[in-house]
């Protein structure tokens, strides 16, 4: 970020992640957006979000800083803007793994207490979070243009968004259906990362996809343990709106919600307008398949191309799913023991066919062992092993147990011998896990 990180911890650098006082120059702004939120149509806004502004980086992109949780803004809408301790250094936790694990991702410059109490259902430590995002252009939005702006705020908004995104479309012919295409490739590339670590955001409204193609907030999301496509975290998702098997048909949904706005960019025939957009949006699913299919190749250590590979991953999906297999030690059992914990039968078969395939291919063993080691972490932000480090930084003030599991999550792919204990699977008391928006 260019910024001195001695400066940010003395007395004036921890006023502004405080939120106690401006940086010079910063003329603060909580950002109005609308959005789909479980489908329904809905006015919101930063309810307790401040951006302090943009900061231009050494090399030369810009970055916005966000102050979350410092209290109330014109879209409050009856809440107090503040934020607990607890969900903010989660948010630090998941966020920072995420971008260890290759996944683009808005990041947590600092967590900061405010030694003031939040109010929920009963007392807990009020926090701010200070997040940097490549911006805060939400698909929610350009819903908000839409529905009360003009016509010109959506050329503006659009104009804007090309401009801080997607400047080698600036001369495109018709560069705002571009900027649908591009940001429908970014997302598509997203959600295939997510689906392919076990990730599972847990509340896809449309307020919470950036047209940047970075994954934002992190309230009720969490990692799949045991593999089922079923899988639901958050505690307000009771009909699986955004369960895991769900993530890329909600894109196309939100995506969809997009192109509605630029629709009127696009060809003063509104019927051809329409056309454009919905081909458009059409095409997300192969761009996710293709980008899907890929990585799953990359974590069986395939090279080539062929046509039963899906077929091929598939079978070993459902046998996860049938023996209640992990999803991540699952491919790290495959990459180091070559095995199973339950070898049945139709493992054993699926697991001839696997090396059968990997023969087909012109890379030796060695090489598909690197491609595995590189393409399967061997830890991510276990769902108890966060709350772990979240019950001794809230309970105790004790941040050793979050600073050690961050130095963990922190090389992923380096499979080194101190990442076998976070790996390990939670007891079965903890299994059934729920997650909260930190409200």
Partial sequence: ???????LKNDEGVSYLAGNSVPKGSIPIAQAYAGHQFGYFTMLGDGRALLLGEQIIPDGMRYDIQLKGSGRTPYSRGGDGRAALGPMLREYIVSEAMHALNIPTTRSLAVVTTGEPVIRERLLKGSILTRVASSHIRVGTFEYALNFGTAENIKQLADYTINRHYREITNDENKYFSLLKEVIKRQASLIAKWQLIGFIHGVMNTDNMVLSGETIDYGPCAFMDAYNPDTVFSSIDTYGRYAYKNQPKIA???LSRLAETLVPLFNEN?????????????EF?????????SGMRSKLGIFNEEADDEKLVEELLNLMQKNNEDYTNTFIKLTFNDTFVNETAEFKEWHNKWQARLQR??????????????SNPAVIPRNHRVEEALRAADEKEDYSVMEHLISILNKPFAHTADQKEYAELPPPSLCKYKTYCGT
């Fill in 270 to 282: 509104k019927e051809h307008a329409i056309k454009l957009a919905q081909d458009a949006v059409a």
């Fill in 361 to 374: 291919q012109a890379q030796t063993k060695e090489e598909s062992f690197e491609l595995m080691q590189n």
């Fill in 252 to 254: 196309v949904w939100n």
């Fill in 285 to 293: 699913y192969e761009l996710y398949h293709n980008h899907w299919i």
């Fill in 1 to 7: 970020m260019g910024l001195d990180i001695n400066e």
